[in-house]
């Protein structure tokens, strides 16, 4: 995912600076890329590995990151789309442990959380049935309870879900700030920004870059978490998506407590998220993207009509007095892989070279599963659950 234009909402206004690379360097473990899952990664390998270089191109969290989603919650829709049961339980405990790491991780660098209500709706009476046959399901895989309720507070949907469970809410441009910060102070990890790898020669025993100011940096393993940017390394076949996020200006009336509605009819990617400060984030309208896109003029008119769409969408949901006018707005591009989750693996023919890509908007939850397989996996030892993620894995899991 990286942005393609409007202003972030949850950019922080005052950013470290990083210094670029301006000597060669030797380390054990390289990381290219400053997003999320960069430094997620560093984070786990830097409590094992003794020396950790982050080589970020452009600025350190502002590519993918800058515009992840701040919901961190596990994507049941996603996991029960796998054909074993067994499969589906195995995966579902690594992604519930991840959830659990978060929180610790998130405790350790200082960065606040909540964990709030979360509901499914939808303005469609005839998606009652679905919606049972979901409740149901959820429950019996994964012990996740669900109500049909009619109403939830503030809103004017028509059949809703209220789920047992919470879900974790974060600032991610704090956490990126926090935790680089972080990682910096453990004094075996050294972050560079502006400083782009142009050459990668992996070798038997280490691989040697060069960077586009000719410093040369050398290290044992080296893992590429460049976001979008790794389909020019990786041969994986992925749909590309451009995602519209809308933040109104502070609501006047009350729409109740803090509180993200996923649209049942959107598979998990169109969210509203109603914030403390008063603010409301409607994320959705994804859009399949095709060479007509590259036209700046239809590009231009098309943005202008996806946000003008999820504002009126957002309007017609909470029926307030007022109409709601739009605040900041802003888009992304992502990447969906066949089954919706993330890309982590070793590099078929590019020896001591790993992979980690998060598509979509489990950004975070995936970096920490990522994170945690990397740390055994730069060191030969492979855990049974890299299978649900490996580069081939349509083979292994089936479509």
């Known amino acids: 995912m990286k942005i393609v234009n409007g202003n972030v909402f949850f950019k922080q206004k005052n950013k470290e600076v990083y210094p670029y690379l301006v000597e060669n ?42 515009g992840a989603c701040s919901i961190a919650d596990i994507d049941l ?17 690594v992604y519930k442990e991840a959830r659990s790491d978060l929180k610790k991780m998130l405790d350790e660098i200082g960065v606040k959380y909540n964990e709030i ?31 049909l309720i ?38 075996n990890v050294t972050i560079y920004e502006n400083t782009e790898i142009v050459n990668v020669d992996p070798q038997y025993e280490i691989v040697k870059m060069v960077t586009n100011n000719n410093f040369f940096i050398t290290a044992n393993k080296v893992v590429y978490a460049t976001g979008m940017d790794v389909l020019k ?23 109740g407590k803090e509180k993200v509605m996923c649209n049942f009819n959107a598979d998990g990617g169109e969210y509203i998220q109603f914030l403390n400060s008063g603010n409301t984030v409607i ?43 739009k605040g900041m707005c802003y888009s992304t591009i992502y990447a969906k892989t066949f089954d919706m989750l993330p890309i982590i693996d070793e590099i078929e023919c590019m020896p001591n ?9 489990g950004t975070i939850l995936n970096g920490i599963v990522g994170g945690k397989i990397l740390r055994n996996a730069v060191n030969g030892l492979f855990t049974k659950e890299v299978r649900f993620f490996r580069i081939g894995r349509e083979a292994c899991i089936g479509k």
Request: net charge positive; proline share 0%.
């Open 77 to 93: 829709n996603a996991i029960t789309k796998l054909k074993k049961r067994e499969d589906i339980m195995k995966l579902y405990e």
């Open 150 to 187: 009619d109403k939830i507070e503030g809103v004017d949907s028509v059949l809703n879900i209220k789920w047992e469970d919470k879900t974790i809410v974060l600032n991610p441009g704090e956490m990126i700030q926090k935790l680089a910060k972080y990682l910096l102070e453990k004094q």
């Open 353 to 361: 070279c790993f992979v980690i890509c998060s598509f979509g908007h």
């Open 283 to 325: 994320t959705g309208e994804d859009t399949k993207i095709n060479m007509k896109m590259l036209d700046e003029n239809y590009k231009e008119s098309m943005d202008t009509s996806k946000y003008t769409k999820l504002i009126v969408q957002l309007n017609k949901l909470l029926d307030m007095s007022e109409y709601i006018d």
């Open 233 to 255: 390394t990786i041969d994986v076949n992925v749909m590309t998506y451009q995602k519209y996020t809308v933040v109104t200006e502070k609501i006047k009336e009350n729409v």
């Open 25 to 66: 360097r030797t380390c054990n473990i390289c990381i290219i890329g400053g997003g999320l899952s960069s430094l997620i990664t560093a984070y786990f390998l830097s409590k094992k590995e003794k020396d950790v270089i982050i080589v970020e191109k452009n600025i350190i969290g502002y590519g993918q990151s800058l």
């Open 117 to 147: 209500d979360k509901y499914s709706y939808t303005n469609k009476i005839m998606q009652k049935g679905n919606m049972q046959k979901n409740i149901n399901l959820k429950s019996q895989l994964f012990n996740v309870g669900g109500e």
